[in-house]
């Protein structure tokens, strides 16, 4: 009654609540009230950095909220099992749009800005993403946290906050140029520092044995010094529940800003060197994707963020009142790649060492919290450290390994008598010549679960690389397919094709994105599909005005986009899409009459600094560009454009943009990819081979609305045991021989005939990802796909059901499969705790 009442009665304005007020008016107070008490400015003198601060700060104290609650109604409850996500990358991409999507306040922010005279998209635009990952390892990450919180699942992301995130990637004359990303240089309203939980980690020195009280032997630890990690704290907000999580990221600095012994002597240099050494651990991401470093200061960080999170969740634990051979009840760890797989080790140093846990109670705890996914089969990605090299930056650690090891193999020999190929194979000292500590089988003995990432994935990992690991702990394996979050990739990149969905069937489907599957009858509806056809226009609009802005490329927003944005590597082949162009530049220059699709071609992605093939193809594709675009022949039917500086931020422009996603990478190399997911979802159709998670995607939207080409991984295998001949092909097709030829004739490198050779000689004498085997395929297989385009209404019908039955490749999705199959956890309701 008293409800009723107020509705009728309440003239005079509402109340305000600066702090946690949802309503405009709440908003644009706290807005303003930040503006002046942080960042000193008033709404009339403020910079647009000034105002993100402010509208950012605005929401991270909303979500300062919902994260106390949340950790409150946890730690009363001494029944809860959480999840730490350990990855030593979270590319989180901008914060401040999906905050806001969360927690459901988009329109109300929308409108308080707009009342202080400015625009949201602006103010959103402002923000300099934490890029602290490489790809799609990283992102993942990032989705999965996003989902926890969304699931209402218990969590803590554990990682590095590192100073400098992902290069930001620069073209000049056609080659990459790296620069510092210099991310933190205007602040970072997401995150709170929190000295108050620092702890230190050991490095160095040496190793020696005592007596306890009890006459028990054990080992201690005199390093050489300590590094302290302080924690940094976001807040990870659930979309639309009140369950908020946090990511805590790890700094590093010296244990004492001066060392006093040093300074007293006179060496005040060496003083301040070790401040130095110490913040240098968390200084910069390793930017080699799919490629280990075999770094001393890599080896650092893996083991600095591990210690630090093992050493807290430890501190939560003990304050629950736990026992520490209790710490699997009260914790799921989840190891994102072999990168923080020195957890096994660390974990039973500390349970062993600094709580005098029995080996065996400790060796059972360890198993049981630990799981790990691998993310790649491409052997230079398995990650080993010098025997030496851990010896003298961790010694415990690394006792701690050779006494696992010891027992695991003894285990080996009585499961497997005689078989000393699997000993040698499964220990995880490699001794075939200088002696490696390899982290995949640290990882593989010390884990209970063990998954990839796709089906396809999953059963190469169980045939090849990790098929000892089968026979002997069959138990252990699963299969996760990855998945993304539907609400950064389509509510807040795509707001044009949310709205249509919305519109059509209800809101519910972005935190339950099985419900997409009631788009399925608009895909027959005409009038539903122009619409469709029509927000997909104005996004290609937007991209290709910044299109212009960013490269001076003028493209045509009708002509089809075609797209491949991921990192630039030879197995995802960026180099057989040139082919491809030079292929249909050819049949112009042959026949300028000719009539064809007209394509854009857009490109981007980064290649690790070193990897001087993949930074010869990003100059190859620019060459083509400046050629194809130029040439008035091609009366700008073709279109060539390498997006610069591909991040989460520009990804967001170029997913809703795209028709046509290239997922071409050599059968059995890709582990799953993600971006094919995040295409689909914004109703772009495919052309991808039978690799990673393209299988799953295409069993979901149906064969007819997939373009499949290519060689099986099984056919790629039996092609290389069969003597693969990449010439004969090459000798054997003249379009081919022509695209080659043109490429070698200097017409892309001003007549250098030299520039692109080790592309084209790799090609014809290597080839290790079958390109020539699969050009052919690729052709006719892009033949039909400009065909399909010619009939609007199908291309229109197909990309719809493609959005209609993506589904089961939300990130939610996979966290209810790791909750379920491998952490057997719950969600946790806090309104119900
Ligand atoms: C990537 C895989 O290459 C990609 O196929 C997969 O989708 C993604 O992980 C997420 O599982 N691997 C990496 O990014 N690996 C590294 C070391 O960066």
């Known amino acids: 009654s008293n409800a009723n009442n107020s509705k009728v009665k309440r003239a005079s304005a509402p109340t305000i609540d600066v702090r946690s007020g949802m309503d405009v008016e709440s908003l644009k107070q706290a807005i303003t009230e930040h503006l002046f008490y942080q960042q000193g400015r008033n709404i009339v003198n403020t910079s647009l950095n000034d105002l993100y601060m402010a509208v950012s700060h605005t929401v991270h104290d909303r979500l300062l909220q919902h994260e106390h609650k949340t950790m409150n109604?946890?730690?009363?409850?001494?029944?809860?099992?959480?999840?730490?996500?350990?990855?030593?990358?979270?590319?989180?991409?901008?914060?401040?749009?999906?905050?806001?999507?969360?927690?459901?306040?988009?329109?109300?922010?929308?409108?308080?800005?707009?009342?202080?005279?400015?625009?949201?998209?602006?103010?959103?635009?402002?923000?300099?993403?934490?890029?602290?990952?490489?790809g799609g390892l990283g992102r993942l990450a990032a989705c999965y946290i996003d989902s926890m919180a969304s699931q209402q699942i218990p969590a803590i992301g554990y990682g590095i906050r590192y100073e400098f995130g992902i290069f930001d990637q620069v073209i000049r004359d056609g080659w990459q140029v790296e620069i510092t990303d210099k991310w933190l240089r205007n602040g970072n309203p997401w995150e709170s520092a929190r000295p108050e939980l620092a702890v230190n980690v050991k490095f160095g020195g040496h190793t020696e044995s005592y007596l306890d009280s009890n006459e028990y032997l054990r080992y201690r630890w005199k390093p050489d010094y300590m590094v302290t990690g302080i924690p940094y704290d976001t807040p990870i907000m659930g979309y639309k529940v009140p369950s908020c999580n946090f990511l805590r990221l790890w700094k590093s600095e010296a244990e004492e800003s001066f060392d006093f012994s040093s300074f007293n002597q006179g060496d005040y240099y060496k003083a301040v060197e070790y401040k130095v050494k110490s913040e240098n651990i968390s200084k910069v991401l390793y930017p080699n994707d799919e490629m280990l470093g075999g770094k001393k200061l890599r080896l650092k960080q893996q083991y600095f963020f591990v210690s630090c999170s093992l050493q807290d969740m430890m501190n939560i634990h003990l304050r629950f009142d736990g026992k520490p051979q209790d710490f699997h009840k009260r914790w799921a760890i989840q190891l994102n790649d072999t990168h923080p797989s020195v957890a096994v080790a660390e974990l039973m140093r500390i349970l062993v060492d600094e709580y005098h846990v029995d080996w065996d109670v400790a060796w059972h705890t360890t198993c049981s919290t630990c799981s790990y996914t691998?993310?790649?089969?491409?052997?230079?990605?398995?990650?080993?450290?010098?025997?030496?090299?851990?010896?003298?930056?961790?010694?415990?650690?690394?006792?701690?390994?050779?006494?696992?090891?010891?027992?695991?193999?003894?285990?080996?020999?009585?499961?497997?008598?005689?078989?000393?190929?699997?000993?040698?194979?499964?220990?995880?000292?490699?001794?075939?010549?200088?002696?490696?500590?390899?982290?995949?089988?640290?990882?593989?003995?010390?884990?209970?679960?063990?998954?990839?990432?796709?089906?396809?994935?999953?059963?190469?990992?169980?045939?090849?690389?990790?098929?000892?690991?089968?026979?002997?702990?069959?138990?252990?394996?699963?299969?996760?397919?990855?998945?993304?979050?539907?609400?950064?990739?389509?509510?807040?990149?795509?707001?044009?094709?949310?709205?249509?969905?919305?519109e059509s069937i209800g809101d519910k489907w972005p935190g339950k994105l099985d419900e997409l599957r009631k788009l399925e009858p608009f895909a027959d509806d005409a009038a539903f599909r122009e619409k469709f056809r029509s927000v997909k226009l104005e996004n290609k609009k937007i991209l290709a005005a910044l299109i212009k802005e960013r490269t001076g490329v003028v493209v045509n927003p009708s002509s089809m986009f075609d797209v491949q944005v991921k990192r630039i590597h030879e197995y995802k082949r960026q180099h057989l899409s040139v082919l491809h162009i030079i292929a249909l530049y050819l049949r112009i220059k042959q026949n300028p009459d000719i009539d064809i699709v007209p394509r854009t071609f857009i490109f981007g992605g980064k290649a690790a600094p070193g990897y001087f093939s993949a930074k010869l193809i990003i100059k190859l594709i620019n060459s083509v560009g400046d050629v194809v675009n130029n040439d008035p022949d091609v009366k700008d039917r073709l279109k060539v454009v390498f997006f610069p500086d591909f991040n989460v931020t520009n990804a967001q422009l170029i997913y809703p943009a795209a028709d046509l996603s290239e997922q071409i990478s050599t059968a059995g190399k890709e582990a799953s990819g993600t971006g094919n997911m995040k295409f689909s979802m914004n109703g772009a159709l495919t052309i991808g081979t039978l690799d990673g998670a393209n299988v799953e995607i295409r069993e979901e939207v149906g064969n007819d609305n997939f373009f499949l080409f290519g060689l099986t991984a099984a056919q790629v295998e039996d092609a290389k045991r069969n003597g693969y001949n990449p010439h004969f092909i090459y000798d054997n097709n003249e379009e081919l021989r022509n695209v080659i030829s043109m490429i070698n004739s200097g017409r892309f490198s001003n007549g250098d005939t030299n520039l692109f050779k080790p592309i084209t000689d790799n090609l014809l004498w290597h080839d290790p990802f079958m390109l020539m085997a699969d050009f052919s395929l690729y052709i006719a297989c892009q033949d039909l796909v400009a065909e399909t385009w010619k009939n609007t209404a199908e291309w229109n019908r197909m990309a719809i059901l493609n959005v209609a039955r993506m589904g089961k490749f939300s990130s939610d999705r996979s966290i209810q499969d790791y909750c379920e199959k491998i952490w057997k956890v719950k969600p946790f309701n806090i309104r119900k705790a």
């Open 73 to 134: 109604a946890v730690f009363d409850n001494n029944n809860v099992r959480l999840v730490s996500y350990m990855s030593a990358e979270f590319l989180m991409g901008p914060q401040l749009g999906v905050n806001l999507i969360d927690l459901n306040i988009m329109a109300e922010m929308e409108q308080a800005v707009q009342e202080l005279g400015f625009s949201l998209n602006t103010i959103m635009a402002q923000e300099e993403e934490p890029g602290l990952g490489n």
């Open 374 to 502: 691998n993310h790649t089969l491409l052997p230079e990605a398995l990650e080993k450290w010098p025997v030496g090299l851990f010896a003298y930056l961790i010694p415990r650690v690394l006792e701690i390994i050779f006494e696992i090891n010891y027992r695991f193999l003894k285990e080996v020999s009585s499961r497997f008598p005689g078989d000393n190929g699997k000993l040698s194979r499964m220990s995880i000292i490699d001794e075939s010549g200088e002696k490696f500590v390899r982290m995949a089988n640290l990882a593989c003995v010390g884990c209970c679960a063990i998954n990839g990432v796709a089906e396809l994935h999953t059963e190469l990992l169980k045939q090849q690389i990790l098929h000892d690991w089968v026979e002997m702990f069959p138990e252990r394996f699963h299969n996760v397919t990855n998945g993304v979050t539907p609400r950064r990739f389509v509510v807040l990149s795509n707001p044009g094709l949310s709205n249509l969905i919305i």
